[in-house]
C-alpha cells in the first residue's frame, strides 16, 4: 500500500501554484502600498498562549487543535490561527517601544483538526493583517477597506461586508445578562456546546449554526440593542467612515465571530458559490489581546482569510483561470556539441534574469519541439550540426510561427532585448 497525504491536506503541483503565486503576488503589492510589513512566526507555540488567546471556550481550543507533547514534555500546538502568534511576538519583541501603529502582515499555513469538506482542510492557509497600538475608528476601516481592495482589484464577484460591533467589557455584561434571560426559559433544548456556553461565554450563542439553535436565538437581545455611548459612537464612525471609502457594507447584528478575543469591531466578508461557507475574511477589534498575552495594555485590529476559499471563489470568478506557467525561450539541441552551446547560452540569460530552459533528456527535435510547445514558450532556439558549423540559432517564435537566423555573437542580446519587450 503506497503512502498517501494525509486526510484534509494537499499537495499543489505546478500548473496550480502559479495561481497562489499571483495572490501573493497581489497581496504583497496591496500591503506595501497600505505601508503594512511582514512577519513570520513560528508554526508551532506554546499551547497556553492559544488557550489564553483565541479562548478556552472556542471551538478551535476545545475541539481543533493540533496539540502534543514534545521530547521536553511541554505541551506545543500547531498554530490554529495567527493573531496570538502575532501578539505573542509584538510582546516579547518590544516592538510597542517603537513607532506607533505597528502595521503587520502575515502569510503561511495553519492548522485545525475539523472535518475536510469543500474550501476546508486540516492544513490551510491563511493571509492576515494586524494593527497593533491605534484604536479609533478609521483603522478599522483602513483595515476593511484594505480587504475590501483587495477583492476588488482579484475581481471577485458578490462580495458582501458584513459588520457590527460587539461592544466592550462594560456592555457586553449587560447584553450578557439581557441573552441569558432571553435563553433561560429554552436553555435544555439548546445543542450540548450552547448549554455549556450558557454560563461561560452566551455570546458564542448567537454564533452556533445548529439549526434549533439559530430558531431559539430568532428575536435574542443584540450587541447593538446595549452598547455604551463609546461603543455606540466608534460603530458610527465606523460605518461613515466606510461609506466615505467607498465601501458597500451590512449591519448584521448577528454576527459575533467564534473568538473571544473580540471587542467593538467584528466583520466578515462574504461571496457567493464556494462551498459549504461563504465567508472568505473575517476580523475584528481586540483590544485586550495583548494583555491576555503578558504585554501591555495595547489595542489591536486585524483580519484573516483562507487563501484557498479565495481561491476557489476565484476560480468561480475566472479572473486567474488563465494564468499558466510561461516559458521564455527554450533551447533545442541536437548533438553534443550543440547541446553545450546551448547549455551555455542558457546559463548566461538565467544569470541575466531571462527564463530559459534546455531538455535534459536528449530527445529528438520534433520531441523537443512538443515539450517546448506543451510549455508555451514563447521562443524554441535551435541548435543541430548545421547551426554550429555556420555559428547560428533558429530562433523560432511559437506564437507567431516565424523563425529567423541569428549569429551566435548577437543571439544573447537579441532575446534579452526581446523579453524586454514582453514586460
Known sequence: MSIQRPKGTQDLLPGVIEKWQDLEQHIRTICREYGYE?????????????????????????????????????????????????????????????????????MGPMFRYERPQAGRFRQFHQFGVEVLGADKPIVDAEVITLVWDLYTRLGLKGLEVHVNSVGCPTCRAVHRTKLQEFLAPRREQLCKDCQDRFERNPMRILDCKNPTCQEITQGAPTTLDTLCPDCSEHFQELKELLTAAGVSFKVDPRLVRGLDYYRKTAFEVLVENIGAQSAICGGGRYDGLVEQVGG??????????????????????NPLNNLTKK????????????????????????????????????????????????????????????????????LRDLTLGEQTELPFAEAEEELIQKYREEQ
Open 296 to 317: 501591555p495594555q495595547t489595542p489591536g485590529i486585524g483580519f484573516a482569510m483562507g487563501m484557498e476559499r479565495v481561491l476557489a471563489a476565484l476560480q468561480v470568478s
Open 38 to 106: 511582514e512577519i513570520r512566526t513560528p508554526i508551532f507555540e506554546a499551547t497556553e498562549l492559544f488557550q489564553r488567546g483565541v479562548g478556552e471556550t472556542t471551538d478551535i481550543v476545545n475541539k481543533e487543535m493540533y496539540t502534543f507533547l514534545d521530547k521536553g514534555d511541554r505541551s506545543v500546538t500547531l498554530r490554529p490561527e495567527g493573531t496570538a502568534s502575532v501578539c505573542r511576538a509584538y510582546v516579547e519583541n518590544k516592538l510597542y517601544g517603537g513607532q506607533l501603529p505597528v502595521k503587520l502582515f502575515y
Open 327 to 394: 516559458e521564455f525561450v527554450r533551447f533545442v539541441a541536437l548533438g553534443e556539441e550543440a547541446q553545450k552551446k546551448c547549455f551555455t547560452f542558457v546559463s548566461q540569460l538565467r544569470r541575466k534574469g531571462i527564463p530559459a530552459s534546455i531538455d535534459l533528456l536528449g530527445r529528438s527535435l520534433k520531441a523537443q519541439l512538443k515539450t517546448a510547445d506543451k510549455a508555451q514558450a514563447r521562443y524554441a532556439a535551435i541548435i543541430g550540426e548545421d547551426e554550429m558549423n555556420r555559428q547560428v540559432v533558429i
